[in-house]
């Protein structure tokens, strides 16, 4: 399994924006499909994001236009840029490193947006 940790949750005011990393150890990172998910408090899991190791991407139609996933494969990190963040934006939000049908995941980070 591939070791992810997250960085970069926080309290922002709405329309605030936030932008998170996730830093993946080993040497296959390039291949790997990568992907932010959230959890809000009483809800499942959802996908944000994700992208290929081609850069193809992939939003939540709620973030379209709003939140930007990239990647750097020679820093082996994953970045979600948050903008326009609305106070439904809120939750935990994890780290997902895909190889075939194997899942990594990080521990997440708190992302809290004010009204």
């Known amino acids: 399994q591939v070791q992810l940790v997250e960085s970069g949750g926080g309290l922002v005011q709405a329309e605030g924006s936030l932008r998170l990393s996730c830093a993946a150890s080993?040497?296959?990172?390039?291949?790997?499909?990568m992907g932010w998910y959230r959890q809000a408090p009483g809800k499942q899991r959802e996908l944000v994001a994700a992208?290929?190791?081609?850069?193809?991407?992939t939003y939540l139609d709620s973030v379209k236009g709003r939140f930007t996933i990239s990647r750097d494969n020679a820093k082996n990190t994953v970045y979600l840029q948050m903008d326009s963040l609305k106070p439904e934006d809120t939750g935990v939000y994890y780290c997902?490193?895909?190889?075939?049908?194997?899942?990594?995941w990080g521990q997440g980070t708190q992302v809290t947006v004010s009204s």
């Open positions: 992208i290929t190791s081609g850069g193809r991407t």
């Open positions: 080993g040497s296959i990172f390039s291949v790997l499909v």
């Open positions: 997902n490193a895909r190889f075939f049908q194997i899942d990594s």
